[in-house]
């Protein structure tokens, strides 16, 4: 009998550290490397299932926190959890509502057990998560994988708030993992350490001294710091330290360019809210680089948007033009076609990279995606 979670790594690169894997999940099989489209609150923002279904998406993500606040795990519980009661036949991940907790950092108080914090963005009320009343919500919520409660810094932080983040993580994933029951969800372990790999290593020993996680995120990244000091100390993260033989998840980023990067030294997952968020500002990923619909000079543009891209807005037809006037026009059919075909080209980008992989030609795929211009994207 097939078990109900395994990670199997299909081929290695030889020219680099990516690598192809099948993740078997409860509720079906992931094909990395992957990006997750992100929904927040049980919903990636103005599409509907069949919609991420139609262009591919593979698992996505709801969030711990905003769930919790309303409608509330428990309402969720007795919904049937999740995939029933969002109609998401297909994996989902919730993180540990950790990074929302950290971005209250002015309304938060951290103790060694718990977490305080006010809900400014919604009743004001103040909240007590404990690593155990965490897990009681990653469970009731019912997801594939949950990710441990765990504390990350923006950047710069000083070194003293950095390593007590990482102290308390890894306290925390011992009590996540003692108190996490449900077996047909995964749990994963958070690395932190912020740009220190001294303290990241250390985060990685004592998570493997805690127990064996299903997998690894990489948290406290993508936190203010530029993306080439995040590789300074994630490249020898990945090459070196972190176990080869679970699924390495790299928190909260989205950009292509970095994606193609990350990949290239070892990343299985992703996610990010922005391809959905530039799409409600109005940009669009194509294989020109950065479009900014807003532009006037897209008005009388009666080229497709991408005419390079398979997804279901480019094949209907529509305009550049068309798409202009609807940004302009603030119409929210704007909003759902641009972030379709946002997460439609990180999708691709991601079976692309796959591919490569598996042709065993992943460093030429790279350096020629980094030196054209879709590889060189303005965020």
């Given at each position: 009998?097939?078990?109900?979670?395994?990670?199997?790594?299909?081929?290695?690169?030889?020219?680099?550290?990516?690598?192809?894997?099948t993740?078997?999940?409860?509720?079906?099989?992931?094909?990395?490397?992957?990006f997750?489209?992100?929904?927040t609150k049980?919903?990636?923002?103005?599409?509907t299932?069949?919609?991420?279904?139609?262009?591919?998406?593979q698992?996505i993500?709801?969030?711990?926190y905003?769930l919790e606040?309303r409608?509330?795990?428990?309402?969720?519980?007795q919904?049937?959890?999740?995939?029933?009661?969002?109609?998401?036949?297909?994996?989902?991940?919730?993180?540990?509502?950790?990074?929302?907790?950290?971005?209250?950092?002015?309304?938060?108080?951290i103790?060694?057990?718990?977490?305080r914090?006010?809900?400014?963005d919604?009743d004001?009320?103040?909240?007590?998560?404990?690593p155990?009343?965490?897990?009681?919500?990653?469970?009731n919520?019912?997801?594939?994988?949950?990710?441990q409660?765990?504390?990350?810094?923006?950047?710069?932080?000083?070194?003293?708030?950095?390593?007590?983040?990482?102290?308390?993580?890894?306290?925390?994933a011992?009590?996540?993992?003692?108190a996490?029951?449900?077996?047909?969800q995964?749990?994963?372990?958070i690395?932190?350490?912020?740009?220190?790999?001294?303290?990241?290593?250390e985060?990685?020993?004592?998570?493997?001294e805690?127990?064996?996680?299903?997998?690894y995120?990489i948290?406290?990244?993508?936190?203010?710091?530029?993306?080439?000091?995040m590789?300074?100390?994630?490249?020898?993260?990945l090459?070196?330290y972190?176990?080869k033989?679970k699924?390495?998840?790299?928190?909260?980023?989205?950009?292509?360019?970095?994606?193609?990067?990350a990949?290239?030294?070892?990343?299985?997952?992703?996610?990010c809210?922005?391809?959905?968020?530039?799409a409600?500002?109005?940009?669009a990923?194509?294989s020109e680089?950065?479009i900014?619909l807003?532009?006037?000079?897209?008005?009388?543009?009666?080229?497709?948007?991408?005419p390079a891209?398979?997804?279901?807005?480019?094949?209907?037809g529509?305009s550049r033009?068309?798409?202009?006037h609807?940004v302009?026009s603030?119409e929210?059919?704007?909003a759902?076609?641009?972030?379709?075909?946002?997460?439609?080209?990180?999708?691709?980008?991601?079976n692309?990279?796959?591919?490569a992989?598996?042709?065993?030609?992943?460093?030429?795929f790279?350096?020629?995606?980094l030196s054209?211009?879709?590889?060189r994207f303005?965020?």
């Amino acid at each position: 009998m097939e078990p109900l979670f395994s990670f199997q790594i299909e081929h290695e690169d030889t020219s680099t550290s990516a690598r192809a894997a099948t993740f078997t999940t409860a509720h079906g099989k992931i094909k990395t490397p992957v990006f997750m489209p992100v929904g927040t609150k049980a919903t990636v923002k103005g599409l509907t299932p069949c919609d991420l279904r139609e262009i591919g998406a593979q698992i996505i993500l709801a969030n711990t926190y905003h769930l919790e606040m309303r409608p509330g795990s428990s309402l969720i519980a007795q919904m049937g959890g999740l995939q029933t009661w969002e109609r998401w036949d297909k994996p989902i991940l919730t993180d540990s509502g950790g990074f929302q907790v950290f971005s209250l950092e002015e309304h938060m108080r951290i103790e060694d057990d718990k977490v305080r914090f006010r809900a400014v963005d919604y009743d004001g009320a103040w909240i007590e998560w404990t690593p155990q009343k965490n897990m009681e919500i990653a469970q009731n919520l019912g997801s594939d994988i949950c990710m441990q409660l765990d504390i990350c810094c923006g950047y710069p932080a000083p070194y003293e708030k950095v390593k007590r983040s990482m102290e308390l993580s890894a306290t925390w994933a011992e009590q996540c993992f003692a108190a996490h029951t449900r077996p047909d969800q995964a749990l994963f372990g958070i690395v932190q350490g912020g740009m220190d790999l001294d303290l990241r290593r250390e985060s990685i020993r004592r998570l493997q001294e805690v127990g064996d996680f299903f997998g690894y995120g990489i948290g406290g990244y993508s936190v203010g710091e530029p993306h080439e000091t995040m590789f300074e100390t994630l490249t020898p993260l990945l090459e070196q330290y972190m176990p080869k033989d679970k699924p390495r998840y790299l928190m909260g980023v989205g950009n292509p360019a970095t994606l193609v990067r990350a990949v290239g030294k070892g990343v299985d997952m992703f996610d990010c809210v922005l391809p959905t968020r530039t799409a409600r500002m109005g940009s669009a990923f194509t294989s020109e680089g950065r479009i900014k619909l807003k532009h006037a000079r897209f008005a009388l543009d009666k080229t497709v948007l991408d005419p390079a891209c398979g997804c279901p807005v480019c094949k209907a037809g529509f305009s550049r033009s068309y798409l202009h006037h609807l940004v302009k026009s603030k119409e929210m059919l704007g909003a759902i076609l641009l972030s379709k075909h946002n997460l439609y080209y990180l999708l691709s980008l991601m079976n692309r990279a796959r591919e490569a992989i598996l042709q065993d030609r992943y460093e030429a795929f790279q350096k020629s995606f980094l030196s054209s211009r879709e590889g060189r994207f303005d965020f």
